[in-house]
């Protein structure tokens, strides 16, 4: 059967039992299995990994798929491997796997087996991953979380700056698919710009939470009386609780505790063993509430938080919108509570002070964002979708009501100063 006749309803039920695509993903993949140079952004839990993982099923040759982090690489194999009675479907390349096991996967690919191989970026640098890679056929190529290729994300990762030049290698004319769920301008035209796509089919989902309901309070010396209130409040419901230091996690964790709050402190200085003992708990709800770094959270699907809180504000929008984003997965409420005070950015832009100089002035410039967002008196959901390049309209818009500046408007002579960029 030629791949213009396939019914990609039958397949997409055969392989992952969902009986509807999912906003643009028909569309996607249409236009991936026709072979062309692709661009998806998606807010995270929009459904990008079926983008690709779908097409590379149906298609002849080996889909390469690049992705930064090797736990969420291993799920994806085994989510795949499970749909299908092949092990060898679905693999993995890189740095963990010893001789034996890399000839194993090379033969699965040589002989038309495999049509996932899940690589980190530096395992293509390896050059006879590389000599091997151009010796077979390749479907095409997905840079799943592509906005590591750009400084102007948050989460710029060195090794992704090679990957067109690498790609070349392997073959000049494969289709190369970008994923991301940051939905900035510039570090869009990063990413097309950096994957040497210029005229990729750009799909971009609304990146719309109607359900989150945003709210910005002033930071004062009763903050953490102020959140023990609001947690207490909400009881018996799981949230998050954000500080930019591992010292005042530990402190705010123990304040809680000692309210009688159900709490658990998350963060990078503490041993793998009690990260996922705490993660767990959370996912159980043994715990209702995880005092976290930006450590937490990062592949953690519970569907059920209900409220993010952030005790420290966010070093740009991307972050607010990623980490806010964890709250209401399921559709259900998901209050964001963000404490700001100015102090706070005068920190933040002392942390980068030994930075080379380029990386500062993004740094300073993505702050001020920030600033804007915080101090601004028009809707913050308006804000928030304008920044990601959407205009919203709160009188039509879903969610149009679901902001503080909305519900409680302030005085109109501060409010005339706030103008969005
Ligand atoms: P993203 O990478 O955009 O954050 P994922 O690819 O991880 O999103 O998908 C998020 C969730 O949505 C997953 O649990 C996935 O199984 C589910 N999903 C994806 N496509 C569909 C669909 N067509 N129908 C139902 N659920 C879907
Ligand atoms: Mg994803």
Same mark, same amino acid.
């Given at each position: 059967?030629?791949?213009?006749?396939?019914?990609?309803?039958?397949?997409?039920?055969?392989?992952?039992?969902?009986?509807?695509?999912?906003?643009?993903?028909?569309?996607?993949?249409?236009?991936?299995?026709?072979?062309?140079?692709?661009?998806?952004? #998606?807010?995270?839990?929009?459904?990008?990994?079926?983008?690709?993982?779908?097409?590379?099923?149906?298609?002849?040759?080996?889909?390469?798929?690049?992705?930064?982090?090797?736990?969420?690489?291993?799920?994806? $194999?085994?989510?795949?491997?499970?749909?299908?009675?092949?092990?060898?479907?679905?693999?993995?390349?890189?740095?963990?796997?010893?001789?034996?096991?890399?000839?194993?996967?090379?033969?699965?690919?040589?002989?038309?087996?495999?049509?996932?191989?899940?690589?980190?970026?530096?395992?293509?640098?390896?050059?006879?991953?590389?000599?091997?890679?151009?010796?077979?056929?390749?479907?095409? #190529?997905?840079?799943?979380?592509?906005? =590591?290729?750009?400084?102007?994300?948050?989460?710029?990762?060195?090794?992704?700056?090679?990957?067109?030049?690498?790609?070349?290698?392997?073959?000049?004319?494969?289709?190369?698919?970008?994923?991301?769920?940051?939905?900035?301008?510039?570090?869009?035209?990063?990413?097309?710009?950096?994957?040497?796509?210029?005229?990729?089919?750009?799909?971009?989902?609304?990146?719309?939470?109607?359900?989150?309901?945003?709210?910005?309070?002033?930071?004062?010396?009763?903050?953490?009386?102020?959140?023990?209130?609001?947690?207490?409040?909400? /009881?018996?419901?799981?949230?998050?609780?954000? =500080?930019?230091?591992?010292?005042?996690? /530990?402190?705010?964790? @123990?304040?809680? @505790?000692?309210?009688?709050?159900?709490?658990?402190?998350?963060?990078?200085?503490?041993?793998?063993?009690?990260?996922?003992?705490?993660?767990? #708990?959370?996912?159980?709800?043994?715990?209702?509430?995880? $005092?976290?770094?930006?450590?937490?959270?990062?592949?953690?699907?519970?569907?059920?938080?209900?409220?993010?809180?952030?005790?420290?504000?966010?070093?740009?929008?991307?972050?607010?919108?990623?980490?806010?984003?964890?709250?209401?997965?399921?559709?259900?409420?998901?209050? =964001?509570?963000?404490?700001?005070?100015?102090?706070?950015?005068?920190?933040?832009?002392?942390? #980068?002070?030994?930075?080379?100089?380029?990386? @500062?002035?993004?740094?300073?410039?993505?702050?001020?964002?920030?600033?804007?967002?915080?101090?601004?008196?028009?809707?913050?959901?308006?804000?928030?979708?304008?920044?990601?390049?959407?205009?919203?309209?709160?009188?039509?818009?879903?969610?149009?009501?679901?902001?503080?500046?909305?519900?409680?408007?302030?005085?109109?002579?501060?409010?005339?100063?706030?103008?969005?960029?």
């Amino acid at each position: 059967m030629s791949v213009a006749q396939i019914d990609l309803h039958v397949e997409l039920k055969k392989y992952f039992g969902f009986s509807e695509f999912k906003g643009l993903q028909e569309d996607v993949i249409k236009n991936v299995v026709a072979g062309n140079n692709t661009f998806v952004i #998606m807010p995270t839990g929009g459904g990008k990994s079926l983008c690709y993982q779908l097409p590379a099923l149906i298609k002849e040759g080996t889909a390469i798929v690049v992705s930064p982090l090797i736990a969420l690489m291993k799920n994806q $194999v085994d989510a795949i491997r499970g749909v299908s009675e092949n092990d060898g479907v679905a693999h993995v390349l890189n740095s963990s796997l010893n001789k034996t096991e890399v000839k194993r996967v090379k033969e699965d690919i040589r002989n038309g087996i495999t049509k996932l191989l899940y690589v980190a970026p530096e395992s293509l640098t390896k050059e006879e991953h590389v000599e091997f890679l151009r010796s077979v056929t390749i479907s095409f #190529m997905a840079v799943d979380e592509a906005h =590591c290729i750009s400084e102007w994300g948050h989460d710029f990762r060195p090794e992704y700056r090679n990957l067109r030049h690498i790609i070349k290698r392997i073959g000049d004319n494969i289709p190369i698919v970008g994923l991301t769920a940051t939905a900035t301008e510039k570090v869009q035209e990063d990413i097309l710009k950096s994957l040497g796509i210029p005229n990729a089919v750009k799909f971009k989902a609304s990146f719309n939470r109607p359900n989150l309901y945003y709210e910005v309070r002033p930071k004062t010396k009763n903050v953490d009386a102020d959140i023990i209130r609001f947690v207490k409040q909400n /009881e018996g419901k799981s949230g998050i609780v954000y =500080c930019l230091s591992r010292k005042r996690v /530990e402190e705010l964790a @123990q304040v809680l @505790q000692v309210n009688g709050i159900k709490a658990v402190p998350y963060h990078a200085g503490l041993d793998a063993k009690t990260r996922v003992k705490h993660q767990d #708990m959370f996912l159980m709800e043994d715990t209702d509430v995880v $005092v976290a770094t930006i450590a937490f959270g990062m592949g953690i699907d519970k569907p059920d938080v209900r409220f993010v809180i952030h005790h420290d504000i966010p070093k740009s929008i991307e972050s607010y919108y990623q980490e806010t984003g964890r709250a209401g997965r399921d559709g259900g409420e998901g209050h =964001c509570l963000a404490y700001y005070a100015y102090k706070d950015i005068e920190k933040l832009e002392k942390f #980068m002070a030994g930075k080379p100089v380029a990386e @500062q002035e993004i740094g300073h410039a993505l702050l001020q964002e920030v600033v804007a967002f915080s101090e601004t008196s028009v809707s913050r959901r308006k804000f928030i979708l304008h920044y990601f390049g959407e205009e919203f309209d709160n009188e039509t818009g879903e969610g149009g009501d679901m902001d503080d500046n909305v519900r409680f408007p302030k005085p109109q002579k501060e409010a005339k100063d706030d103008v969005i960029k």
